[in-house]
């Protein structure tokens, strides 16, 4: 057997939690890992189903920095809160962020991005994840499995767009606040990378709900899917799929005022921005 | 590309480094841990592992964080609220929903609340049970009643809505005139100038969606004014769903949200924007291009023209510091895009010329051809068919009661004020009441002077308070605690603030059951009207507050229209509960006013001597602040509302031009005004108008939870006692400020 | 009245020792009961079978839908297992004592399994007709991930990592 179909083996876990031998090799693996190896899981055989490309298109003109994005996906993605210890500036986990850009001329006024991940369809962060832990699902997500994730960090340092947040500590939610989690979202404990999902998981139950219908989702379904989408009240996140010429964002992003970030890096990011219009 | 570098750059600085240390203490530590062993902490989500029944139910309900009580619907498995988010049907919002309601469930699951009645014991606060508690207060007012009823004050920090007026109704059958309107928003002022330009008192509603442009005159409209989901609707349609862009122009002195979503911003310096206001009306006027129809009848017409004929272009310019050459400019834009919507709101009115700011823009409106016009502009808030209870009959005793003089002095040396908060403090020590009941009001610190507030409540024998979290009020004062259920356990209207042309009214249905020993203070109310007896339990007819509710929402029922019509009263109102909220079925229709013009305006008053204390000092509310209800909520201090102020954030914005010398952006300053100081980060800030400081509200709690105290300071300590002359109202941007280095 | 159901989780893979359910169910002899031409299914009991995440265990309200009244056994005898249903009918908690527990990072809706993939109760469940006493091990094959994934390649569903967790 090829060493490389014997470390994918070796990576794919027989059982829901590695030993903590497995896990001391995992991480002194790390170490030696030129490239990383796709893990067996990911490529392995699909349900044959319509193949979509989601993706989200902000309307920076629509946009009015009212927050309720960022926190609709703490809400709806249980991302624990630290508070203003200066230890943790910079570093709380944040998934969909807000990123004030200062001006690039004389006399301009800032401008605000709200910034998701971009799940980039050419994503560098899953070329260098030693263990697997982050890979392109089929219909275009950037996963990230938090169970795999060994805290080495290279992701964060690949991503162009600083996306990734990491778990600097383990989430100390008190018995009254824990409560209000959502069941449908796990915790990440202490050492593992987290990044937005585009909701995967409100995608993945419309699915099942579509199925049990025998239909497809629609377009309309989808469009105010994840929750930033869904709360923001200026309709300026809308999400579906790409590779759907009739759906909104497709529409959306052949507008001439999309634009993607960092284009020239060749990310193929998929998030569009349709640029603000100081009229 | 260049710019693409740079833009990642920016991007990789924006986000790794986003904070200006704040002056605060942390008060959460991270949990014990050797850094050298990995977490065995396994991803878990409370009863994901236990699915025998797995109960998933959506509950349709209004939110209360802040007074726009948008519609919501919340999930909850397993009898915990787990999500909030819009909802699609409501006419306020339309599925949009703001960082405020989303937070309601950190208030909801707040782990330091009132778990059960507390009385004062010494420095303490010790169970007691609602007994107990209910018999202490009912003996002591119904001992009250018999000496002197007008010894009972009541401070509701709501302005609208059925608990408000239930504790208003008490009042006047208790027969005691001193029910306070406890509320931070300067409403009150803006009713007021609605009343004495088109005799009607109360917020006006927008007509925004066809409107060819907003003028926002210092308004807060993403930020404070508690309309944020609706100008995030309205402003984004505007700017792109109309075949001709509308605009939004924003004067203001900070780069604040307005301004951002401006596509003008008119720098201009603080509390200035009336003087912008009247240079348009004269650049109307003096051109004789205005809507005729509302103006030349108007009364006091020629003393208004004499009041905008001396606010040239040059001296527009020279009080607010912009540009002469685009009064005219801005006046003939704004007349060829007509109707505009002039909006002067509680932001607006901040300042001690807040009441004829506010006139002006009406003025202005009305020039504009934009009051009561059905493509656009302001208009007098629609109202919904509800019923009113019965007026309760008085005796004697109420009668005589309420003969008495206000301790606020509203009515009398404010003549066109209601209820008044600001003169309180000197009011209550001079003339301390036997009781005080505290609904939604935390003057302890949410007001001017905090200290002076307590000071005043320790004198007044039995203070009561029904907030549902330890705030500073009642840590420092409170005798008895009868903690009110949160808005997600409480059934009740949702009235919501005027905003919209469409009458809403929205119910609030417990989504939970209370999670502690809570009781709705509405409930307490009829508990203690039916305690003291006749005549005042007469006036309250009704089991429980759920009967006195729904007996006026039968008003919609009669009305046969709108979104519910049902032939039975209980069809319609089980229908009114599903669904949460009725709506009209059309936008109101405009109705004939009568336009009485303003004849002065003067530039804000600033208290201190400009020599000593040569800057002034705005006191704004920040994003997701609101009524300050939100400091036990973190979701409400991760936000990043403007440039260079990042998260968990309470610094003092200056010019680089006017900070202290050598001062750098995060050092410790001092910021001292003729009534107090505080020593907090500065900011240097090259956006925002010289000689002025912003420093946001909400900081500084020494109670309220763990997520609320020790973070920040209190801005309000540096206020004097800050009150408008006529109205009554509190201000917030009315001192005179230093600022210097602390070592 | 409706009682609130609460499961006590047990932390093991397999049960180690048998829990003590408070009502010992028989689902041979339930399953074998003709109602007017039909059989019990078994969505008339775990209502969530085919169309949400969990299947559940029934509330004590669905028992009382025919136990609210003594069911006599074979020859017209009282049973006093079955008397147990009515004397737990009183305010309070009722629990099932859960003997299967999927960590919370997993994802196994039975909505996908049975409402979408269509497999049968007895699949994954085994022989339920031959269950005289409450289950040790209701779910017999899938304890291990691996198990899932070789079912998943068999049959050609996906086995991506987001499909099964959260």
Redesign the interface.
Known sequence: MSLVRWFTKLLAPESPEPSPARREFLRASAALTVAAAIPAAAAAATRPHRRRHWGMVIDLDRCSGCNACSVACRQENNIPTYDADPKFAGARPEWMSMLWQEPQREGGLPALLPLPCMHCADPPCTKVCPVGATYKDPDGITMQVWDRCIGCRYCMVACPYSRRSFNWTDPAWSPSEVQMLNPDVATRPRGVVEKCTFCHHRIRKLGEEAALQGREPTDAECQRLPACAAACPASAITFGDLDDPESRVSELARSPRAMRLLEHLGTEPSVYYLEKDRG | MSTNDQTRRTILAGLGAALVPACRRASWSPPEQDPTARSQVKPYVPGAESYATYEERWVTSSCAQCPAACGIRVRVVEGRAVRIEGNLENPINRGGIGVRGLSGLQALYDPDRVTQPLRRDGERLVPVSWDDALSTLGAALAKLREQAPEQLLVMSGLERGFSHELLARFCRTFGTPNFVDGSPSHTAALARAMELSLGVRDVPAYGAENAGAILSLEAGLFEDACRSTYFARVTASMRRDRSRRARLIHAGPTFDLAAYNADRWLHIKPGTAGALALGLCNALLRDRTYAHELVDRARGLAEFRALAAAYTPERVAAITGCDAALVDELARELWERRPVLVIADERSLAFSNGLDTARVAIALSALLGSIENPLGGLRIAPTTPMRAWEEPALDDVARRGLATARLDGAGREFAGARSVQGTLPDAIVAAPPAIALLHHANPVFARAQPERWRDALAAVPLVVSFSPFVDETVLAVADLVLPDHTYLERLEDATPLPGSLRAVAGVRKPVVTPLHDTRATTEVVLDLAHRLGEPIAGAFPWRTSRDAFEERWLGLHAAARGTIVETSPRAFLDRFYAQGFWADDADAAPVPVELALPTTWSEPRWDGDASRFPLVLVAYHPLGHGDGSGANQPWLRNLQARPGLGAWTIAASISPHDAPPGVHDGDRVRVASPHGSLVLAVHLDPRIARGCVAIPTGGGHAAYGRWARGFGVNVMELLGPAVAPETGASLSCTTRVRMEVVG | MRCA???V?VACRGPTRAPEQPIAFDHALHLGIDLDGRKLACVDCHA?A?????A??P?LRDCLRCHVRPQLGAGGVPNPREARVRELAVPGPFR?I?VT???????A?H??HV??AKLTCAECHGDVTTWRAPPTQPVERLV???EC?SC??QH????????C??
């Open positions: 159901i609460f499961i989780l969530g085919e169309r949400a995440e969990h559940g265990l509330a099932w859960q527990k999927n960590p919370g990072h997993v994802y809706p909505r996908a409402g979408i291990r991930m691996s994934i998943h390649r050609g569903a996906p086995t991506t990592c987001g499909t967790h959260r």
